[in-house]
């Protein structure tokens, strides 16, 4: 079985750069299509972007200017970078693996970790 | 960007009872919806993508119906495990979307 597990610091202030890791395990990272999910409190979720296991990336144009999501296949994770933040980037980060390519529904999914931006 | 939209935001209903949730899309999205159920602090869980595939291990009181802008989730005899959030998604077009959920309660 698939797991996710989303870690990085719950607390970023205003103006930096919130930094996320999703470690995957039960099965290897190559061949599937990971992304970003965010859900800010009261709100729909929303797609933040993709990263597959050769580095291509897709970002939402929303969040294109500063986003960035890579992948380390040799410790089976990925990662989230997100800079500028603000109070409206404060939400719950799901990490997930696509079913599908590289338009899908979302197979597994992460715990969710709060990250909450400070002024 | 397509917009999701889901109705009601919230039912309340009993065990054993039959409910449909609604969601709607400002644009035709030909089948390409899924739908996820989400418990409090819990990850969401995919029931069912391509409008009416149910995912492997779903039960078979959920299923999914509809094509174009318009879509439905039924739950049949409903258990008590089925109170929960649930959520439908877009993959139609980039980005793909999702609805603001529908929040069913025990009554």
């Known amino acids: 079985q698939v797991q996710l597990q989303e870690s990085g610091p719950g607390l970023v202030k205003a103006s930096e750069t919130l930094s996320l890791t999703c470690a995957v395990s039960g099965g290897s990272i190559s061949t599937y299509y990971w992304s970003w999910i965010r859900q800010p409190p009261g709100k729909a979720l929303e797609w933040i972007g993709y990263v597959y296991y050769s580095g291509t990336t897709n970002y939402n144009p929303s969040l294109q200017s500063r986003v960035s999501i890579s992948v380390d296949t040799s410790k089976n994770q990925f990662s989230l970078r997100l800079t500028s933040v603000t109070a409206a980037d404060t939400a719950v980060y799901y990490c997930a693996r696509a079913l599908g390519g590289t338009l899908p529904s979302f197979e597994y999914w992460g715990q969710g970790t709060l990250v909450t931006v400070s002024s | ?107």
């Open chain 2, 1 to 107: 960007a397509i917009r999701i939209t889901q109705s009601p935001s919230s039912l309340s209903a009993s065990t054993g009872d039959r409910v449909t949730l609604t969601c709607r899309a400002s644009q035709g999205i030909r089948s390409y919806l899924a739908w996820y159920q989400q418990k409090p602090g819990r990850a969401p869980k995919l029931l069912i993508y391509s409008t009416s595939t149910l995912q492997t291990g779903v039960p078979s009181r959920f299923s999914g119906s509809g094509s174009g802008t318009d879509f439905t989730l039924a739950i049949s005899d409903l258990q008590s495990e089925d109170f929960a959030t649930y959520f439908c998604q877009q993959y139609y077009s980039y980005p793909p979307t999702f609805g603001q959920g529908t929040n069913v309660e025990i009554k």
